[in-house]
Structure formats: structure tokens, C-alpha cells
């Protein structure tokens, strides 16, 4: 059964640095999010994205974020300047095209702690 | 403001004690409610959609249930690997359409004992 992959699946950085989540979706989707869930709290959205651009963002996605899809297949999170404070879980999803457009399908994570 | 609240926030079950898990929501217009399971420090599973109050799911041990205003997930006979956290999550109608995110409730915790 395809899956949704994300690399790596734990990232160690220092803050202030910059990171790049990657996320490989399901090959026939066409819209991809971006969810984080810091520890022992809810899963809360960052981004939406369908056809190379932006359809929605969340408060917490500021200047500090961006996303793309570099090169058609792979979906990344950047993140400028890491603070403490965007140390959590990050999820990549994905949606099919058509009718089951709603079910969004999840990736295994990465584990984001800033030092 | 859109809400999920999900309760209770944890549950302990012997092996084969039927029970169930709720999620309420307060939203604009509902799209669509999701339920998801996710074991610790992975990603969320999806389980089911449900659009319309009446609407039931099945699948293996569990039935997912929709009315107006909350939505049930009934575990019959749970076995020990049911154990994890389930979530539920909506989608709203988006005036601008959009592809919809998901708004999640925080959780309930199930564990099943043998």
C-alpha cells in the first residue's frame, strides 16, 4: 500500500539554524500539508498547498516557514532561525485528487529538537 | 470559533469490554469528520470519514457513528493491540473552497489490558 515518507526522522539542530523537512507524498496526490503537534498537545495545521502554491496557512506559519516542491516529487518544510519553541513533531499529508479529496493520509513524522 | 473537543482524554479497558469514545464539534459548517489512530511517535492512521449525521462506518472492532452535533467511535471486544490514541478531526466549508485543513481534537488515550 503506498505510503507517505518523511526525512529524516529526527532532526537535532541549534537554534538559529535552519532546517528542511522532506516529505515524499503518495505519487497520484495532488494536495500536501504540513501539520506539527508539539509534545502531548493537539496536531495543529501550518499549510496547505496545491498546485505549487499556497491555498492556506495558519497563524503559526509566519515569515520563519516556507514550503515547495523542488523538483515535482518531493514536498519540503523549511524553517528559518529555529527557535525552542518549534521543537515538536511535524507531519507531512497528502490528499488524492476527485472524490476522496478530503482524506488526508499522514506520514510517519520528524522529530524537530532545537538546542 | 471551530472547536473538537474529545472525551475522555484517557481510557483503560480490559480485553473484551465494549465501550466508547466521543467527540463533540462546534463549527460554521461541517465538511467532513475524521477519525484517526496514532501510536506513540508516529504519525496519525487514518480509520474513517463521515459526512452526514446518521452516517456509520465499520471496520474490524470499530464503528465510527455521526450525529449533529458529536460524532462516536463504539471499540467492541478491544484487544490489547486497539491500544493507542485516537483522534478526531473535522473539515469546514470554506467560502473561498480551498483544499480544507483539519482541525483535530486532543486525543483520547486507550489502553487495553489482557
Known amino acids: 500500500e503506498p505510503e507517505v515518507t518523511q526525512t529524516p526522522s529526527h532532526q537535532v539542530t541549534q537554534m538559529g539554524q535552519e532546517v528542511i523537512l522532506r516529505c515524499v507524498p503518495i505519487?497520484?496526490?495532488?494536495?500536501f500539508y504540513w501539520y506539527r503537534q508539539i509534545l502531548g498537545q493537539k496536531v495543529e495545521f501550518l499549510v496547505s498547498?496545491?498546485?505549487?502554491?499556497?491555498?492556506?496557512k495558519s497563524e503559526i506559519f509566519d515569515d520563519q516557514f516556507s514550503v515547495e516542491r523542488p523538483d515535482g516529487s518531493n514536498f519540503t518544510l523549511k524553517i528559518r532561525s529555529t527557535k525552542l519553541e518549534d521543537s515538536a513533531m511535524y507531519f507531512c499529508?497528502?490528499?488524492?485528487?476527485?472524490?476522496?479529496?478530503?482524506?488526508?493520509?499522514f506520514g510517519p513524522g520528524t522529530r524537530l529538537t532545537v538546542l | 470559533e471551530d472547536q473538537v473537543t474529545q472525551s475522555p482524554e484517557a481510557l483503560r479497558l480490559q480485553e473484551g469490554e465494549s465501550s466508547s469514545l466521543n467527540c463533540s464539534y462546534t463549527?460554521?459548517?461541517?465538511?467532513?469528520l475524521f477519525w484517526y489512530r496514532q501510536d506513540p511517535g508516529k504519525g496519525p492512521e487514518f480509520l474513517f470519514t463521515?459526512?452526514?449525521a446518521g452516517e456509520e462506518k465499520e471496520k474490524e472492532r470499530l464503528k465510527a457513528t455521526l450525529t449533529k452535533k458529536e460524532s462516536f467511535l463504539h471499540i467492541t471486544a478491544p484487544k490489547p493491540e486497539d491500544s493507542a490514541t485516537y483522534l478526531c478531526?473535522?473539515?469546514?466549508?470554506?467560502?473561498?473552497?480551498?483544499?480544507?485543513?483539519?482541525?483535530f481534537g486532543a486525543g483520547t488515550r486507550l489502553a487495553v489490558h489482557p
Open positions: 499529508a497528502t490528499a488524492p485528487p476527485g472524490a476522496l479529496t478530503d482524506t488526508q493520509y
Open positions: 505519487s497520484n496526490h495532488l494536495y
Open positions: 498547498f496545491y498546485n505549487n502554491e499556497i491555498s492556506e
Open positions: 463549527v460554521s459548517g461541517l465538511r467532513g
Open positions: 463521515l459526512y452526514s
Open positions: 478531526a473535522v473539515q469546514v466549508f470554506m467560502f473561498s473552497g480551498g483544499y480544507n485543513k483539519l482541525i
